[in-house]
C-alpha cells in the first residue's frame, strides 16, 4: 500500500512539473512575444521591405534618415563630349525625396502583434518617392558649369568649300561644343524628377549643330557648281591674238553665301571685258596714217573702229560660265572695223586731205580713183570735221535738202550724219582754196567721174579718213 502511494505521488510531481514547465515555457513565450511585440510598435517587423530594400527592425525616423542621406547622395552626371563630365550634387540644391506619410501609414497598417507574420513571410511595399529641390539653387548651379563659360565653348561651323590648288575642296564641318541651355535645362529637370543619375548630351542632342555638314545636298551642288564653272575655257579671238579665261581667274568672280547659293561678280566681269576694251577696242582712238603723198598724220576723232558691247558681253561671259562652255568665239560688238591691229582700217578706204583739197579710195591696197574736191566751208561755220567714220550706206539719184536748198545728185555716200560725198555737178572747179570762202555745208563735193568710181566700189562700213 505505501508503495503505492509513492508511485502515486511521484506520478503527481511529474505532471506538477511538466504544467510548472509549460506554463514556464509559455510565460516565457509570451513574454518574448510581448517584448517583441513591443520592440515592433515603432519598427517594421521581420520581412518588411519597401522598394526591394529591408527595412526590418527599422523605425521611421531611420527610413526617413536613410532617405535623406539616399537624396542628398544623389549625383547627376553629365557627359559631355571629348570625355569631359561634369556633376549636379544633390546637396548643391537641397535634392529630397518625400514619401509624403506613406512610411507612416504603412507602419499603422503593421500591427505589432503581427510580427510573427513576418518570420514566415515577406513583404515589399512600392512606395514612389517624390522629388523636390529648389529652383534657385539649381539655376545658378545650372549657369556655373564649365561648359557655358566663353573660353571652353567651341562653336559649331558649317562645312567650307575653298579653292586650293586650281580646284574647290569641301573642308569638314566643325562639330564644337556649344550646349543648347534651354534643351539641356530641360534635360536635366527630367532627369531630376526622374531620379536619373545620368545624361548624356549628345545622346540627347543637346549640343547646337552646324547648319551645313560635308554631306549636306546644297554643299555638295555648290561644289558641283564651283567646279563646273571653273572649267569653262573662253577664249576671246582678236584676229591673231587671243585672250583665254579660265578657271585661275573665274575662280576669283565667284561668291558662296552663308546658305551655300552660288554667284558669279558681275562686276569682276565688267572689269574683265574692260580690260578687253581698253586693250582691243579702236573706236574714237588716235591713229597714225600714213597719207597717199608720203606723210603720216595723227588722225583721231570719228566713229569708225572696234567697240565691244559691255552689257551684251558681259551677259554672254556670265551665261557661257554658267554653261560651263569651252569656246573660242569673238566678243560681242556695238560696232566692228574691217581688220583688227593698229591699222584697223585696212586696205579699202576713203582717203580725204582737207588741207590739199584732195581724195583717193583705195580697194584692196589699190588705187582706183583720186581728184581734187571741195569740202565744208570753212568761213560759214561749216567745215568738215576730221576724223576716221565708217559709210554709213550709198544712193543714187538722192536730194539733198538743207535750210533754203535742195540739191539733187546722181551719188550719194554719207559717212558722218548729213555729211557724205557726192558728185557736184554745180560745181566747175574743185580743190585750191575754194572751200575756205565756197565751200560746202560740210560734205565732200567731187567731180562726176570721182563720184561715180568711188560709188562703184565702195560698201557699207567701208572706212573715211579725213584728215588736215
Known amino acids: 500500500m505505501e508503495i503505492k502511494d509513492q508511485e502515486v505521488e511521484k506520478s503527481v510531481n511529474i505532471k506538477k512539473r511538466i504544467i510548472i514547465g509549460i506554463i514556464i515555457s509559455i510565460s516565457i513565450l509570451l513574454i518574448i512575444y510581448l517584448s517583441t511585440s513591443l520592440y515592433f510598435m515603432k519598427r517594421f517587423y521581420f520581412g518588411t521591405k519597401i522598394n526591394g530594400v529591408s527595412v526590418t527592425g527599422k523605425t521611421m525616423e531611420d527610413i526617413e534618415a536613410d532617405i535623406l542621406a539616399e537624396s542628398e547622395a544623389y549625383i547627376l552626371k553629365l557627359k559631355q563630349r571629348d570625355n569631359i563630365e561634369e556633376n549636379i550634387n544633390g546637396r548643391d540644391i537641397e535634392y529630397k525625396y518625400n514619401l509624403e506619410n506613406k512610411i507612416e501609414d504603412l507602419k499603422d ?6 510580427w510573427i507574420y513576418g518570420v514566415f513571410n515577406t513583404s515589399d511595399y512600392k512606395l514612389e518617392k517624390k522629388v523636390s529641390y529648389n529652383d534657385e539653387l539649381l539655376k545658378k548651379k545650372f549657369r556655373s558649369l564649365n561648359c557655358f563659360k566663353n573660353d571652353n565653348i567651341i562653336k559649331p561651323e558649317s562645312a567650307k568649300i575653298e579653292y586650293e590648288n586650281k580646284e574647290y575642296v569641301i573642308k569638314e564641318e566643325i562639330q564644337g561644343n556649344k550646349v543648347n541651355k534651354d534643351i539641356l535645362y530641360k534635360k536635366v529637370k ?3 524628377n526622374n531620379k536619373v543619375d545620368e545624361i548624356n548630351l549628345e545622346e540627347i542632342e543637346c549640343y547646337e549643330k552646324p547648319k551645313y555638314t560635308v554631306a549636306s545636298k546644297e554643299v555638295v551642288n555648290a561644289k558641283n557648281t564651283l567646279d563646273k564653272y571653273i572649267g569653262s575655257v573662253i577664249t576671246h579671238k582678236f584676229g591673231d591674238n587671243k585672250e583665254v579665261l579660265n578657271g585661275d581667274s573665274i575662280h576669283n568672280w565667284l561668291h558662296i553665301d552663308k546658305n551655300f547659293k552660288v554667284s558669279i561678280d558681275e562686276e569682276k566681269a565688267r572689269e574683265y571685258v574692260n580690260s578687253l576694251s581698253i586693250k582691243y577696242d579702236t573706236y574714237g582712238s588716235t591713229r597714225n596714217f600714213k ?5 603720216t598724220v595723227n588722225v583721231s576723232g570719228g566713229d569708225y573702229g572696234w567697240l565691244i558691247n559691255y552689257s551684251e558681253e558681259i551677259e554672254a561671259l556670265i551665261n557661257a560660265i554658267k554653261d560651263g562652255k569651252k569656246e573660242e568665239r569673238q566678243p560681242i560688238y556695238a560696232q566692228t572695223a574691217v581688220a583688227y591691229g593698229a591699222n584697223d582700217f585696212g586696205n579699202t578706204y576713203v582717203e580725204i586731205n582737207l588741207t590739199t583739197q584732195h581724195i583717193w579710195f583705195y580697194n584692196d591696197g589699190v588705187l582706183i580713183t583720186e581728184g581734187p574736191m571741195v569740202s565744208g566751208n570753212a568761213d560759214s561755220k561749216h567745215a568738215t570735221p576730221s576724223g576716221i567714220y565708217s559709210l554709213t550706206y550709198k544712193e543714187k539719184n538722192a536730194t539733198l535738202r538743207g535750210e533754203n536748198y535742195a540739191a539733187p545728185v546722181s551719188y550719194w555716200m554719207p559717212f558722218n550724219g ?15 582754196q575754194i572751200y575756205i570762202t565756197d565751200g560746202s555745208h560740210g560734205c565732200i563735193n567731187t567731180p562726176y567721174d570721182v563720184a561715180s568710181k568711188i560709188f562703184e566700189y565702195i560698201t557699207q562700213g567701208t572706212p573715211v579718213i579725213c584728215y588736215f
Open 291 to 295: 597719207t597717199s603723198i608720203g606723210t
Open 109 to 114: 497598417n503593421q500591427s505589432a502583434f503581427g
Open 190 to 192: 527630367e532627369a531630376l
Open 418 to 432: 548729213d555729211i557724205g560725198i557726192h558728185d557736184a555737178t554745180w560745181r566747175s572747179k574743185f580743190g585750191g
